[in-house]
C-alpha cells in the first residue's frame, strides 16, 4: 500500500510540475504576444521611415565624399609633378647666380645674352604655371605668414617692422588654393647695439 501511494504522490507532483511549466510557457507565450500587439501599424510605418531617411542621408554622403575626392583628383591631380616642375625654375635662377659671380664672364656681352635667354625661359615657365592654376608668392615687404613663407634667417634692419619679409631666398608657389611650396625667406629684426650684444655674450659664456 505504502508503494502505491508513493507512486500516486509522484504522479501528482510530475503533474503539478508540468502543470507550472505550461502555465509559465503561457504567460511567456502571452507576454510575446502582447508585446507584439503593442506596437501599431503607425509606429511600423514610422520606424521605417526613419530607416529610410538615415539610409538616403548616409547614400548622400557617401555621395558627396566621392564628388569631393573625383574634384580634388582632378584638380590636384598633378600636384607632385608640379612640385617637382619648380625645380626647373630653381635651376635657371641658380644659373644665373653662377653665371654673373663669374669674373670671366663679368661685364661681356656673352654674359648679358645668356642672362637675357634665361630670363626669357623663366618667364615663360612662371607664364606655364600660371595658365595651370600655379602662381608664385609675392612676399618681400610683408608680415611674415607662416601658411605661406618660412623663415630662414633673420638680418637686422631698423627700416622695416620686425618680423618683415626683406629677402626671399627661394620663391614658394600655390596650387590653385592649396600651397604647393613655402617661401623661403629672410626677415627684419632690430639692430642690437654693442652693449647689449656684450650683455648677450656674457650670459651665453656664464650659462656654459
Known amino acids: 500500500m505504502e508503494k502505491e501511494q508513493e507512486k500516486e504522490n509522484n504522479i501528482d507532483n510530475s503533474t503539478n510540475s508540468l502543470d ?20 501599431t501599424p503607425e509606429e511600423k510605418i514610422k520606424e521605417l521611415e526613419e530607416k529610410l531617411t538615415r539610409t538616403f542621408a548616409e547614400m548622400e554622403n557617401q555621395r558627396r565624399r566621392f564628388e569631393k575626392e573625383k574634384d580634388d583628383a582632378f584638380e590636384y591631380g598633378g600636384f607632385l609633378f608640379a612640385k617637382e616642375a619648380l625645380n626647373l625654375i630653381d635651376n635657371i635662377e641658380r644659373s644665373k647666380q653662377v653665371l654673373e659671380n663669374d669674373e670671366n664672364l663679368k661685364n ?4 648679358k645674352k645668356t642672362l637675357e635667354h634665361l630670363e626669357i625661359i623663366n ?5 606655364t604655371f600660371a595658365k595651370n592654376n600655379i602662381k608664385p608668392i609675392e612676399c618681400l615687404n610683408k608680415k611674415l605668414d607662416p601658411n605661406f613663407h618660412q623663415a630662414m634667417i633673420e638680418i637686422e634692419n631698423d627700416q622695416k617692422d ?32 654693442k652693449e647689449e650684444k656684450n650683455q648677450e655674450n656674457k650670459e651665453n659664456l656664464s650659462n656654459k
Open 162 to 193: 620686425p618680423g618683415t619679409i626683406i629677402q626671399e631666398i627661394q620663391k614658394g608657389f600655390t596650387i590653385k588654393d592649396r600651397l604647393l611650396r613655402p617661401s623661403l625667406v629672410g626677415v627684419s629684426k632690430k639692430t642690437t647695439n
Open 123 to 127: 618667364k615663360d615657365l612662371i607664364s
Open 108 to 111: 661681356t656681352e656673352a654674359l
Open 20 to 39: 507550472t511549466k505550461n502555465e509559465v510557457n503561457h504567460t511567456e507565450v502571452k507576454s510575446e504576444k502582447d508585446e507584439k500587439k503593442e506596437v
